[in-house]
């Protein structure tokens, strides 16, 4: 009767994941590698800055971003991404970084290559981080994200050791964030809560379905007309609040009971991923 009790108990805890502690009280600004400077690339980019500010006023030290991206503003990108027509022959990264910086006073960097090894399988210059968030438009990119993450979790690293990978990805009218940990986190003993290490990536998790979708048309659009046949119009922006949103719960309230949602815009019904 006892054993019955404990296995009922157990069931009827909820799953979470306690925030990695090195993140709560960090002694210097935490590292981000936000991969992609488009659709959402460039709102989450904002959403940053927020939440970068906010950390700080509650006497947190706050977020260093590095972003990565290698296209070039054109015209199709104004209206649905954050740019100007005086950007137009920029680096994303470059014009969303000094944008960032001239507005909040950091001092963020731009990377005008995509986050990928190189032809002898070395990995980026500055790849390393605690947080990364991808915000790319294939799955193949998906995939070398994964890898590189794998291979940098697999070092001995004292500082800026590889935590969390937050990835965006959407079709039309619906998107997904999903939260992964790069490893396991060491978690707090709970006598309240089930605690869950391990978060698996998105390209483990999922991955069949990720190739799945490979076989749609993923070529660029040469007009905003033609992106949204593609993309509805407030889909990025959408998928950017609510993601970060779980970001800053990580920070805020050192634990998430979810690792995630599915969003449809066109019915508005978003459905969380429970750990």
């Not at 104004?78 to 990264?93: D, M, N, P, T, V």
């Not at 590889?162 to 965006?168: H, I, M, S």
């Not at 698996?200 to 991955?207: A, K, N, Y």
Request: charged share 20%.
């Amino acid at each position: 009767m006892e054993n019955e009790r404990t296995t009922l108990g157990e069931q009827s805890r909820t799953k979470v994941h306690f925030t990695d502690s090195d993140l709560i009280n960090p002694t210097n600004p935490i590292l981000v590698n936000l991969i992609g400077a488009g659709g959402t690339g460039s709102k989450v980019l904002t959403a940053l800055m927020e939440t970068n500010h906010s950390l700080i006023e509650l006497g947190h030290t706050g977020l260093q971003i590095r972003l990565w991206d290698d296209d070039i503003v054109t015209n199709a990108n104004l209206g649905r991404q954050r740019f100007a027509e005086c950007e137009i022959g920029l680096y994303k990264s470059v014009a969303l970084i000094n944008r960032a910086n001239r507005f909040s006073g950091t001092n963020w960097k731009a990377e005008t290559v995509k986050f990928e090894k190189d032809c002898l399988g070395k990995l980026p210059e500055n790849a390393g981080a605690s947080i990364y968030i991808s915000c790319v438009d294939s799955v193949k990119a998906r995939f070398e994200i994964a890898d590189i993450l794998k291979m940098l979790n697999n070092r001995k690293a004292y500082s800026n050791r590889p935590r969390y990978w937050l990835d965006f990805g959407n079709s039309q009218h619906t998107g997904q964030v999903l939260l992964s940990t790069i490893g396991n986190i060491q978690q707090s003993n709970s006598e309240k809560f089930e605690t869950v290490a391990n978060l698996p990536f998105v390209t483990d998790e999922f991955g069949e379905i990720l190739k799945q979708s490979e076989e749609q048309d993923d070529t660029p659009s040469c007009s905003l007309a033609e992106a949204l046949e593609k993309q509805d119009l407030f889909i990025n922006s959408s998928l950017a609040q609510m993601g970060c949103s779980l970001l800053w719960n990580l920070f805020r309230n050192g634990m998430t009971k979810n690792r995630g949602f599915f969003l449809n815009l066109k019915s508005f019904h978003s459905q969380p991923i429970k750990l």
